[in-house]
């Protein structure tokens, strides 16, 4: 009985990776970038928001440069033009929190911060922008501890997350060829 089992499940097995069952998942080893950008250089972003503080700009461009590194099938990441093949330029538009839990002495104990950034890749060689996305809006939360012996400042880590978020973020759309600009034949 056992053995006409199994021989049922083999033959349904090579049944279904024989229908195409195989295509339903394909991952994505493509990039949107055209096959010849090999070096990307990522420079610092730049700011136009008042009063950064926590380096918000450079911790940005190094999670961009990270997730390349770490998404772009072998993309070689740098943060000079002089010799690449495309550039991401950042902007950091817009950084600000926001009180949104105040705790029984009417303190804020849970902050919202948002950042809006603008991100533009342009494929050097040709002179042409590949990708461009000038509204990049991102919210995270943070919260102070009700005891100030326990207290830890989660406003650097909140940074770190939203910088992580936003690289992936870049770093998909490209990838994975969302929104990078087709050429006209």
């Known amino acids: 009985m056992r053995t006409k089992a199994r021989t049922i499940v083999f033959i349904c097995l090579v049944f279904l990776l024989a229908s195409g069952f195989t295509e339903c998942y394909k991952p994505v080893t493509n990039s949107g970038l055209p096959k010849d950008i090999k070096i990307v250089a990522v420079p610092v972003f730049q700011t136009e928001a008042k ?4 380096k918000v700009e450079s ?6 440069s990270r997730e390349i590194i770490r998404r772009g099938n072998g993309l070689v990441v740098q943060g ?5 093949d ?4 950042g902007t950091i538009r817009d950084f600000f929190f926001t009180g949104v839990l105040l705790d029984k002495e009417g303190r804020a104990r849970v902050y ?3 950042i809006v950034g603008a991100v533009t890749i342009r494929d050097l060689r040709r002179e042409k922008i590949l990708y461009d996305n000038q509204n ?4 995270d939360s943070f919260e102070f501890s009700e005891d100030p012996r326990s207290f830890f400042n989660e406003e650097d880590p909140a940074v770190e997350r939203m910088a992580r978020a936003f690289a992936e973020s870049v770093v998909s759309a490209v990838v994975n060829g969302l929104g990078v600009r087709e050429e006209k034949k």
């Open 51 to 54: 009063g950064l503080h926590y």
């Open 80 to 84: 000079s033009r002089s010799g690449a």
């Open 112 to 114: 919202e911060v948002t």
């Open 59 to 64: 911790r940005f461009t190094e999670a961009v």
């Open 136 to 139: 990049f809006v991102f919210r």
């Open 86 to 89: 495309a550039v991401v330029e």
